[in-house]
């Protein structure tokens, strides 16, 4: 019996331990800051897209582990960027989206992130299109990166400051960790 009663004990605390949560917040800037504040204290979180009916006018959202809920919470409102609202994942309906996805081409890879696309041919790691978003700074953002190899350039934070520019950034992020990867 005490075999049992262990079993279900450890398998309780490694849901808990693998609970996640969301938070929602009113725009992306307020994403952006919340997510500086959490990474500047190391907590394990990673910016999602919200199921659409829990959206509150951002199309991003924050994933942190349930078990720190309390601690980012209070984190969070002492330095002045409260989220709207907060829900535990665990139910399948509120399941974050995932913002990547990623397009194998054969010389080439694709990565999509939230509305941005970046595609590098594999081989010589050029940056070969720049894609997406609807914000002024897009053209400009492809002009700079386009034809650079993903060693040599700039960072997409360094040069937009709009949604689409963190987009972009997150897409430049996960493919440099794709195709950089040894």
């Known amino acids: 019996m005490r075999f049992f009663k262990n079993f279900f004990k450890k398998e309780k605390a490694q849901a808990q331990k693998h609970s996640r949560g969301i938070l929602i917040f009113e725009n992306t800037s307020e994403v952006i800051k919340a997510e500086n504040i959490l990474k500047k204290y190391d907590y394990d979180i990673k910016v999602v897209g919200p199921p659409a009916h829990l959206r509150k006018g951002c199309d ?3 994933e942190f582990p ?4 309390m601690g980012i919470l209070t984190l969070l409102e002492k330095e002045g960027h409260p989220p709207l609202d907060w829900f ?12 990547f996805h ?5 010389n080439y890879l694709m990565v999509r992130a939230a509305n941005m696309k970046i595609t ?4 010589t790691l050029k940056i070969v299109n720049i894609s997406g978003g ?11 990166l386009v034809g650079k190899k993903l060693t040599e350039a700039p960072q997409p934070k360094t040069l ?11 897409a430049y992020d996960k493919i440099k960790e794709l195709c950089l990867r040894s």
Do not use: R
Request: charged share 20%.
């Open 102 to 106: 990623v397009k194998d081409y054969g």
């Open 160 to 170: 937009g400051h709009t949604l689409c520019g963190y987009a972009l950034q997150l």
């Open 66 to 69: 349930l078990v720190e809920a």
């Open 88 to 99: 535990p994942s665990n139910d399948e309906n509120l399941k974050p989206v995932d913002l």
């Open 120 to 123: 590098v041919h594999k081989s």
């Open 134 to 144: 609807g914000c002024p700074d897009v053209p400009y953002l492809a002009a700079m």
């Open 60 to 62: 991003l959202a924050i």
